[in-house]
């Protein structure tokens, strides 16, 4: 579906080199902080920005040979994306059914109204989570088979999240052969949607991993300066200063539970697991 072979891109002040894939079937996620290069990455995937080097190449093709025929299988959420802010849904809707062979008004405007979005309203006075409803509605209207979607969720309160991540399961049910690139600030959201993870910093991807793996594997321990001294630290993969001792990542946390019953090992989630790549030192 999609390949990154070392794609490049130069800024004065960043530089991005990184490399992932996506599967037929997949739902990945990319989650980084603020500025870490999710939005660059996104907009290299589609041909929005130049490459400085390395390839992408989206359904088997080079990115600079994106023509109308894969931009029809491609559905987008970008965090600047939007149409002009004068227009209705109402508009939109003529719009969307000229550019794209496959859209389906009956599930737009089922979907429209489920949302209750003002359809004859100008945009520019929507909420950010009306915005946003919206966005993923046009993302998903056309039976495309890759959505490429850059912080969906973004504005949306906790039951409008549910309920956007629910269309994105459904939509991943109707075709095995889907696939979702997904980003987000909220872990929870990808930790429950995503088979795969990828997690960037300053440009790089740092890590790498299918979420079952994440969620049966690593593990947290909190331990004083002594028994950090004493413990085994064979799984240990990152550590981070704490006022009571140390909190340690490690990647085989069955292995402590069985050998070391003094240390309290507590489950790994997607957000503990970023912070201690992010900020944690490796062993
Ligand atoms: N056109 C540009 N010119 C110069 N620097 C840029 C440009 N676009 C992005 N950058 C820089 O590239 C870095 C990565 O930005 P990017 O938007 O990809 O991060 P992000 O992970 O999407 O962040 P956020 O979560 O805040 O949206 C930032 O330091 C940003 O300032």
Same mark, same amino acid.
Request: hydrophobic content about 40%; aromatic content about 8%.
């Given at each position: 579906?999609?390949?990154?072979?070392?794609?490049?891109?130069?800024?004065?002040?960043?530089?991005?080199?990184?490399?992932? $894939?996506?599967?037929?079937?997949?739902?990945?996620?990319?989650?980084?902080?603020?500025?870490?290069?999710?939005?660059?990455?996104?907009? =290299?995937?589609?041909?929005?920005?130049? !490459?400085?080097?390395?390839?992408?190449? !989206?359904?088997?093709?080079?990115?600079?040979?994106?023509?109308?025929?894969?931009?029809?299988?491609?559905?987008?959420?970008?965090?600047?994306?939007?149409?002009?802010?004068?227009?209705?849904? +109402?508009?939109?809707?003529?719009?969307?059914?000229?550019?794209?062979?496959?859209?389906?008004?009956?599930?737009?405007? $089922?979907?429209?109204?489920?949302? $209750?979005?003002?359809?004859?309203?100008?945009?520019?006075?929507?909420?950010?989570?009306?915005?946003?409803? =919206?966005?993923?509605?046009?993302?998903?209207?056309? +039976?495309?088979?890759?959505?490429?979607?850059?912080?969906?969720?973004?504005? !949306?309160?906790?039951?409008?999240?549910?309920?956007?991540?629910?269309?994105?399961?459904?939509?991943?049910?109707?075709?095995?052969?889907?696939?979702?690139?997904?980003?987000?600030?909220?872990?929870?959201?990808?930790?429950?949607?995503?088979?795969?993870?990828?997690?960037?910093?300053?440009?790089?991807?740092?890590?790498?991993?299918?979420?079952?793996?994440?969620?049966?594997?690593?593990?947290?321990?909190?331990?004083?300066?002594? +028994?950090?001294?004493?413990?085994?630290?064979?799984?240990?993969?990152?550590?981070?200063?704490?006022?009571?001792?140390?909190?340690?990542?490690?990647?085989?946390?069955?292995?402590?539970?069985?050998? $070391?019953?003094?240390?309290?090992?507590?489950?790994?989630? =997607?957000?503990? =697991?970023?912070?201690?790549?992010?900020?944690?030192?490796?062993?």
């Amino acid at each position: 579906m999609l390949k990154i072979n070392n794609a490049k891109k130069r800024y004065p002040a960043f530089e991005l080199d990184c490399s992932m $894939e996506v599967h037929p079937g997949e739902i990945v996620g990319l989650i980084g902080k603020n500025g870490a290069g999710k939005s660059t990455t996104f907009s =290299l995937t589609l041909g929005l920005d130049r !490459l400085d080097g390395g390839e992408i190449e !989206l359904f088997g093709k080079p990115i600079q040979e994106l023509d109308d025929q894969i931009k029809q299988k491609l559905g987008v959420v970008l965090s600047d994306s939007t149409f002009n802010g004068n227009l209705t849904i +109402q508009s939109i809707q003529n719009i969307l059914k000229a550019m794209y062979t496959k859209f389906q008004p009956r599930f737009f405007e $089922e979907k429209v109204k489920a949302f $209750e979005l003002p359809r004859k309203q100008a945009i520019r006075t929507f909420s950010t989570g009306m915005k946003a409803k =919206l966005n993923i509605l046009i993302a998903l209207s056309h +039976q495309a088979e890759f959505l490429i979607l850059d912080e969906p969720t973004s504005g !949306l309160d906790a039951i409008a999240r549910e309920e956007i991540l629910d269309m994105l399961r459904s939509y991943m049910e109707e075709d095995p052969d889907r696939s979702i690139l997904i980003s987000s600030h909220i872990s929870s959201d990808l930790e429950t949607l995503c088979d795969q993870v990828f997690l960037i910093d300053q440009g790089k991807m740092i890590f790498h991993s299918d979420m079952d793996t994440i969620l049966s594997k690593y593990g947290i321990l909190k331990v004083s300066p002594s +028994q950090f001294e004493t413990m085994d630290k064979s799984y240990l993969v990152k550590v981070k200063d704490e006022t009571f001792g140390k909190v340690c990542l490690v990647n085989e946390k069955q292995y402590y539970l069985e050998n $070391e019953p003094e240390l309290v090992v507590e489950n790994a989630n =997607l957000d503990t =697991l970023f912070t201690m790549y992010v900020q944690g030192e490796s062993k």
